[in-house]
């Protein structure tokens, strides 16, 4: 499991979920549909647990974003 953190608009989320599991299969699925969109990165909100998929370039500085751990990446 990775532990990096990473700072996330959490308006630009893909989609998000309470449930690893589901927000995953959202992932699989974003990235079956978009193959050459990029690299999704799913992340948990360090304040409130919620798991939210982002694309990895949308990913900010700690003044603009709010912390994220990264838990998986397709």
């Given amino acids: ?27 699989q699925i974003i990235k079956a549909d978009k193959p050459t969109a ?7 909100n360090s304040k409130n647990g919620t798991y939210a998929i982002y694309f990895a370039d949308k990913a900010r500085d700690e ?3 709010e912390p994220y ?6």
């Fill in 63 to 65: 003044a603009h974003g």
């Fill in 1 to 27: 499991m990775n532990n990096e953190n990473v700072f996330f608009n959490p308006g630009d989320a893909i989609a998000s979920s309470h449930d690893y599991k589901e927000a995953r299969r959202s992932a």
């Fill in 69 to 74: 751990k990264i838990k998986d990446k397709l």
């Fill in 38 to 44: 990029g690299q999704i990165i799913i992340a948990q």
